[in-house]
């Protein structure tokens, strides 16, 4: 058994899923494109797409630290 080595365990954070790093990862991905598909429809005349990708990855940074 010295060749094993031990897997990273799923955590359990504010989703209500549990979750490893990439399926946070792939979570914030997800989000990002449909913040960016919603803010492409009802808020691109008012706010540049720059402010939605700020928000996201800040977002997506917190979903995968906590999530």
Do not use: Y
């Not at 954070?13 to 991905?29: A, C, E, H, K, Q």
């Not at 429809?41 to 997506?60: D, H, K, N, S, Y």
């Amino acid at each position: 058994m010295a060749g094993i080595q031990p897997q990273k365990p799923e955590r359990d954070g504010f989703l209500p899923i549990r979750t490893n790093g990439f399926d946070r990862g792939f979570i914030s991905v997800v989000i990002l494109i449909l913040v960016h598909l919603l803010w492409m429809r009802f808020l691109e005349g008012v706010l540049p797409l720059w402010v939605a990708t700020v928000l996201c990855l800040a977002l997506a940074a917190f979903i995968i630290r906590k999530g």
